[in-house]
């Protein structure tokens, strides 16, 4: 059985302290966003309702993790997450220019 630690496409630190940080991390494995991506395909809206904590909570994290995915399936969740998401954090966040620099360089 393969743990989380064991992905190879991962963003996430050795140690985790608190509930908070290690829920933060889950977001940062590549491997496994994208898997839940391509499952929303079979259970749409119970799958949106789990990227509700990130797009609150981590929204810069979710942004560079799924730019950096590429699911065979799952399209019109990244669809609604995006046009959620993408804008209000440009609006609202004055370090969005490093995470367009990040997301161009992702998509080269």
Request: with cysteine.
């Amino acid at each position: 059985m393969l743990g989380l630690s064991e992905l190879p496409n991962k963003r996430i630190q050795k140690s985790v302290k608190d509930c908070n940080a290690l829920t933060k991390q889950i977001w940062g494995y590549i491997d496994l966003v994208q898997l839940v991506v391509e499952v929303s395909d079979y259970n749409y809206l119970e799958i949106r309702e789990l990227f509700d904590i990130p797009m609150n909570k981590y929204p810069e994290l979710l942004i560079q993790t799924l730019a950096e995915i590429r699911p065979s399936r799952g399209q019109p969740l990244l669809d609604e997450i995006f046009s959620q998401i993408f804008p209000a954090y440009l609006h609202n966040h004055s370090n969005n220019i490093r995470l367009l620099e990040n997301l161009w360089e992702a998509n080269q």
